[in-house]
């Protein structure tokens, strides 16, 4: 069956410092995601990207985040410049055009 | 923003209870979908409903949208210990874009035998 795959599975990072994470989604989706969560609250959405643009962002994703598919496979997520309140683990998600989603099994970013 | 209340936020059960965790969202919704996360996890799609009312049922689970769309349910009968995680709702809100999901707190079942 396919699945979402995400590396890595677990970065550290130091405050002010660039991270990317790196997301496979499942190859005849449409839409890609990137969501956060931290430990023991909600799930938050960040962005959604559909036909190589940002469809959607929310509050969180502000200009130090950005999202690019760099190829026909992967989806990234970078943040520029990270802050400890970045601490959370992030899933990447994709869709089909019925928009239920699918999750990749995470990453978790430590900022120190 | 558009909300999505869920509640209650914790319940235990014994095994061959049944549960309901309830979703309430402040916008009307084009659609809402429900995911378990197991402790550790990642959220795992469960469901779909998109027709103001329906019903769909998934062995023992049964879910529900509201004839406003605004709100949900879902219901397990019989409890398993294979039920344990937390059940998030998430709506795609009727007026943006279509695709941003908004996720409830959860609702993080636990069962015991």
């Known amino acids: 069956e396919p699945e979402v795959t995400q590396t890595p599975s677990h970065q550290v990072t130091q405050m002010g410092q660039e991270v990317i994470l790196r997301c496979v989604p499942i190859s005849n989706h449409l839409y890609f995601y990137w969501y956060r969560q931290i430990l023991g609250q909600k799930v938050e959405f960040l962005v959604s990207?559909?036909?190589?643009?940002?469809?959607?962002k929310s509050e969180i994703f502000d200009d130090q985040f950005s999202v690019e598919r760099p190829d026909g496979s992967n989806f990234t997520l970078k943040i520029r410049s990270t802050k400890l309140e970045d601490s959370a683990m992030y899933f990447c998600?994709?869709?089909?055009?019925?928009?239920?989603?699918?999750f990749g099994p995470g990453t978790r970013l430590t900022v120190t | 923003g558009q909300q999505v209340m869920q509640i209650p936020q914790y319940q235990h059960v014994q095994e061959g209870e049944d549960f309901t965790t309830y979703c309430n969202s402040s916008?009307?919704?084009?659609?809402i979908q429900w995911y378990k996360q197991r402790p550790g996890g990642h959220p795992v799609f469960l469901i779909q409903l998109v027709k103001s009312g329906e019903v769909k049922k998934q062995k023992r689970l049964t879910f529900q949208f509201g004839e406003a769309k605004k709100n949900s349910s879902l219901h397990i009968t019989a409890t398993q210990t294979t039920d344990v995680g937390t059940y998030f709702c998430?709506?795609?809100?009727?007026?943006?874009?279509?695709?941003?999901?908004?996720f409830g707190k959860g609702t993080t079942l636990s069962v015991s035998s």
């Open positions: 990207f559909y036909n190589n643009e940002i469809s959607e």
């Open positions: 916008t009307t919704l084009s659609n």
């Open positions: 998600a994709s869709s089909g055009q019925y928009f239920e989603q699918y």
């Open positions: 998430a709506g795609l809100d009727k007026g943006q874009a279509g695709t941003a999901l908004i």
